[in-house]
Nanobody, 116 residues
Framework: QVQVVESGGGLVQAGESLRLSCAAS????????VGWYRQAPGKQREFVAT???????NYADFVKSRFTISRDNAKNTVYLQMNSLKPEDTAVYYC??????????WGQGTQVTVSS
């Protein structure tokens, strides 16, 4: 069974940085794409960034130049480096890994809280 587990969330002050990790397990088939999404209280889940198996990346406009997504294929792990964090970045961050039609899985999420 394919699983992804997020880690690295926490409480930081505005302007500080965090690095989130998304570790995949349970499959020999590397995901075609791994994405980060976030959901703030009372809001819908929104796209943050994604990276393909070929290394192509895409970002939501509100995180460009502040967040960087990367992957370590040897560790089956995708990272989200978040710099210059703002209070509005506070949310639960979720990882999604997919290799359609084989699997499309979500993690449990990791809380990021940015204080002003």
């Amino acid at each position: 069974q394919v699983q992804v587990v997020e880690s690295g969330g926490g409480l930081v002050q505005a302007g500080e940085s965090l690095r989130l990790s998304c570790a995949a397990s349970g499959t020999i088939f590397r995901p075609n794409a791994v994405g980060w999404y976030r959901q703030a209280p009372g809001k819908q889940r929104e796209f943050v960034a994604t990276i393909t198996s070929g290394g192509s990346t895409n970002y939501a406009d509100f995180v460009k130049s502040r967040f960087t997504i990367s992957r370590d294929n040897a560790k089956n792990t995708v990272y989200l480096q978040m710099n210059s964090l703002k209070p509005e970045d506070t949310a639960v961050y979720y990882c999604n890994a997919q290799k359609l039609p084989l699997y499309n899985v979500w993690g449990q999420g990791t809380q990021v809280t940015v204080s002003s």
